[in-house]
């Protein structure tokens, strides 16, 4: 076990590069982000905290204790590497509720991370979240032009169909140097979440220029 690299350094790092928002995922077999990270990171983070996290009762109440600016709902399986697929609100409307509710009662946003179903969309919505995370993978792995295409078209659509009922409309997921200038310009996502090839990056010319390149790099496809 050991307790480097410290994710504290990082955020402080990521700031310095002029990220807009930390994001951990504070998972229920606690692989990577603790509690501890968590408590430090509220106290020190001063741009938005961004809480992924399952909707477990152990979580939601550390998520309720600690106070994030935002949490962001997602699905949760022990045996994988990374978050894989979007979360099935459709099928947890009454289950989910409860738990948006929890959080709004103590001023805390909440975002789902959905694929960009209609279905899905308008659940998000029913259950009162504010925001939307569209599950970018697909459009990410996409291995040829028609595919990209394609999947550039669902989320395009996903992200008009939740501005159009009135959600904020983020997304996240695969996106890197290469991939996330169309999809800022076509997609017109409100909040980006890119982790790993950040850190990729960060190998070769630090974290901190690795967070202002992809600032740029983001900000030339918006204007």
Request: aromatic share 4%; proline share 3%; with cysteine.
């Amino acid at each position: 076990m050991t307790y480097e690299p410290d994710p504290v350094d990082a955020a402080f790092a990521a700031d310095r590069g002029g990220a807009e928002c930390i994001t951990i995922h504070l998972r229920e077999d606690r692989r990577h982000i603790q509690d501890r990270d968590l408590a430090i990171l509220r106290k020190v983070v001063f741009t938005k905290l961004n809480l992924e996290m399952g909707a477990a009762e152990e979580i939601v109440r550390i998520a309720l204790k600690t106070g994030p600016d935002q949490v962001t709902l997602v699905p949760e399986k022990r045996r994988e590497v990374t978050t894989e697929g979007g979360l099935n609100v459709a099928a947890q409307v009454t289950k989910l509720r409860k738990v948006v509710d929890r959080f709004h009662r103590k001023g805390i946003v909440v975002s789902m991370f959905i694929s960009p179903d209609v279905e899905q969309i308008r659940a998000s919505k029913d259950i009162g979240a504010e925001a939307i995370e569209l599950h970018t993978g697909e459009y990410a792995n996409a291995r040829t032009e028609s595919e990209r295409t394609r999947q550039m078209d669902r989320l395009v659509r996903g992200a008009d169909k939740g501005r159009e009922i009135g959600l904020t409309v983020n997304a996240g997921h695969g996106l890197n140097y290469k991939n996330v200038g169309p999809l800022v310009r076509d997609v017109r996502a409100e909040e980006l979440n890119i982790g790993h090839s950040i850190i990729a990056r960060a190998i070769f010319v630090g974290l901190e220029q690795a967070v202002r390149e992809m600032r740029e790099l983001i900000y030339r496809f918006s204007s």
